[in-house]
């Protein structure tokens, strides 16, 4: 019986000597989905992916990729590693060679192949073909990183932040690339900070903190779980009740936080913005509290982070 998983992680862990980096994760991702992790610096996400990648081994749990297990036999290890196309945070190619000598060169190390024509091609490289890689924009060395990844003609793609720094054109561009290798029945394993970014590609994220998954489920599914609509944030002169504010009405999860200078900043999730700011402004006025600044927002999938771990993903 095949299995639908492409990708099962089963008690995973890697230790370092001063520190846990993965403890014990369980993840599975099906054949044909693009599964999407989240978390800030240091939550284990790039360490989970490079172990999936057999570029870091485990201390402990199994990998399964396609049915082989990594470290099982040569066998096994061979097989993974011509169903897998990875392309690492930053990947350093010879600057000296073109786009074209690139791919030839990457596409040399399988046995089977796509055609740097057909790459160049699917990663908008063509006019490039001659062109130094010492001589690349940003985004156009993340292309050919990209293009390298798919010489082998991977089944799971396995993508380590690969739009940060990139110009929101050349980040689309990216994008484009991804969801033209899903809807080709490939599966992708995407690690990313920016939330746009999971939604627009990811039928499911898992968020890491502290080298486990604390939430996973679809982005719409892990939205609708804080039972708010929308984000209330605002920052007063100073203090306000905290159980004033849990009464006010529409208004569900609560946080406060003071600041050095005797104001505080409060974070609301609400259901009814037009019932509970009212109410807030209200309150705010029989505190003599001065608005210092006031932001509403849709609930995304940084507000579900917030809500498990009290930081935001871009807090170390």
Same mark, same amino acid.
């Given at each position: 019986?095949?299995?639908?998983?492409?990708?099962?992680?089963?008690?995973?862990?890697? #230790?370092?000597?001063?520190?846990?980096?993965?403890?014990?994760?369980?993840?599975?991702?099906?054949?044909?989905?693009?599964?999407?992790?989240?978390?800030?610096?240091?939550?284990?996400?790039?360490?989970?992916?490079?172990?999936?990648?057999?570029?870091?081994?485990?201390?402990?749990?199994?990998?399964?990729?396609?049915?082989?297990?990594?470290?099982?036999?040569?066998?096994?290890?061979?097989?993974?590693?011509?169903?897998?196309?990875?392309?690492?945070?930053?990947?350093?190619?010879?600057?000296?060679?073109?786009?074209?000598?690139?791919? /030839?060169?990457?596409?040399?190390?399988?046995?089977?192949?796509? #055609?740097?024509? /057909?790459?160049?091609?699917?990663?908008?490289?063509?006019?490039?073909?001659?062109?130094?890689?010492?001589?690349?924009?940003?985004?156009?060395?993340?292309?050919?990183?990209?293009?390298?990844?798919?010489?082998?003609?991977? #089944?799971?793609?396995?993508?380590?932040?690969?739009?940060?720094?990139?110009?929101?054109?050349?980040?689309?561009?990216?994008?484009?690339?991804?969801?033209?290798?899903?809807?080709?029945?490939?599966?992708?394993?995407?690690?990313?900070?920016?939330? /746009?970014?999971?939604?627009?590609?990811?039928?499911?994220?898992?968020?890491?903190?502290?080298?486990?998954?604390?939430?996973?489920?679809?982005?719409?599914?892990?939205?609708?779980?804080?039972?708010?609509?929308?984000?209330?944030?605002?920052?007063?002169?100073?203090?306000?009740?905290? /159980?004033?504010?849990?009464?006010?009405?529409?208004?569900?999860?609560?946080?406060?936080?003071?600041?050095?200078?005797?104001?505080?900043?409060?974070?609301?999730?609400?259901?009814?913005?037009? #019932?509970?700011?009212?109410?807030?402004?209200?309150?705010?006025?029989?505190?003599?509290?001065?608005?210092?600044?006031?932001?509403?927002?849709?609930?995304?999938?940084?507000?579900?982070?917030?809500?498990?771990?009290?930081?935001?993903?871009?807090?170390?």
């Amino acid at each position: 019986m095949v299995s639908e998983f492409a990708l099962s992680c089963r008690q995973l862990v890697k #230790r370092y000597p001063d520190v846990l980096a993965v403890a014990g994760i369980d993840l599975e991702v099906r054949a044909g989905e693009c599964m999407a992790v989240l978390g800030p610096n240091g939550a284990g996400k790039t360490t989970t992916v490079e172990m999936i990648e057999g570029l870091t081994e485990p201390s402990a749990g199994e990998i399964e990729v396609f049915g082989h297990v990594w470290g099982r036999s040569d066998k096994d290890d061979r097989a993974i590693r011509a169903a897998i196309g990875v392309q690492l945070q930053e990947t350093h190619f010879q600057e000296k060679l073109s786009v074209l000598e690139t791919i /030839e060169l990457f596409a040399a190390f399988y046995e089977t192949s796509k #055609r740097a024509s /057909e790459l160049m091609a699917l990663v908008a490289l063509e006019a490039k073909a001659s062109a130094r890689v010492g001589k690349l924009s940003g985004g156009q060395k993340q292309r050919l990183a990209l293009a390298c990844a798919l010489v082998g003609a991977p #089944r799971l793609l396995c993508l380590d932040e690969p739009t940060t720094g990139l110009d929101p054109q050349s980040r689309r561009q990216i994008w484009e690339i991804v969801e033209r290798f899903k809807a080709g029945g490939g599966t992708v394993l995407l690690t990313t900070h920016y939330m /746009e970014e999971a939604a627009r590609l990811a039928d499911r994220v898992a968020i890491m903190d502290h080298g486990r998954i604390i939430a996973l489920d679809t982005p719409a599914a892990l939205i609708a779980s804080l039972g708010a609509e929308d984000i209330v944030e605002v920052l007063a002169d100073r203090p306000l009740a905290l /159980e004033r504010l849990q009464a006010l009405p529409a208004v569900g999860e609560v946080r406060v936080e003071a600041r050095e200078d005797g104001g505080v900043r409060v974070r609301l999730s609400v259901q009814e913005i037009g #019932r509970a700011l009212p109410a807030l402004l209200a309150l705010a006025a029989e505190h003599e509290a001065r608005l210092e600044g006031l932001v509403t927002h849709r609930a995304t999938l940084e507000d579900v982070f917030v809500h498990h771990t009290g930081r935001g993903l871009r807090d170390d």
